[in-house]
């Protein structure tokens, strides 16, 4: 079975740094892209960065510069770094999954989802 497991998730402090894994098993890492999106207490879910099997990365417009996704393909995992946190980001971080091994940046393709780890930024 396709499974996909976000974790690393905890509380911050504004300014500080994290990094989420995304754990994936039952299928072939590297013909797929994995997404990192995210979703705030009554916001819409909005895609943060992704990764293709082949390497290829996209990230959303407001997320680029702090955040930076990376894959070990030999752990099948997916890591975000998240740095300089801010109060916004705060959200329920998901990782999941797309028909794509070159190309990761069509966020509408996504169509399998993880369960999610929350990271809380505090002042």
């Known amino acids: 079975d396709v499974q996909l497991q976000a974790s690393g998730g905890g509380l911050v402090q504004a300014g500080g740094s994290l990094r989420l894994s995304c754990s994936a098993s039952?299928?072939?890492?590297?013909?797929?892209?994995i997404g990192w999106f995210r979703q705030a207490p009554g916001k819409e879910r909005e895609a943060v960065a992704c990764?293709?099997?082949?390497?290829?990365?996209d990230y959303a417009d407001s997320m680029k510069g702090r955040f930076t996704v990376s894959s070990d393909n030999a752990k099948n995992t997916v890591y975000l770094y998240m740095n300089n946190l801010r109060l916004e980001d705060t959200a329920v971080y998901y990782c999941?999954?797309?028909?794509?091994?070159?190309?990761?940046?069509?966020?509408?393709?996504?169509?399998?989802w993880g369960q999610g780890t929350l990271v809380t930024v505090s002042s």
């Open positions: 999941a999954l797309a028909d794509d091994a070159v190309e990761c940046g069509t966020w509408f393709k996504y169509y399998f």
């Open positions: 039952g299928f072939t890492f590297e013909n797929y892209a």
């Open positions: 990764i293709s099997g082949s390497g290829g990365k």
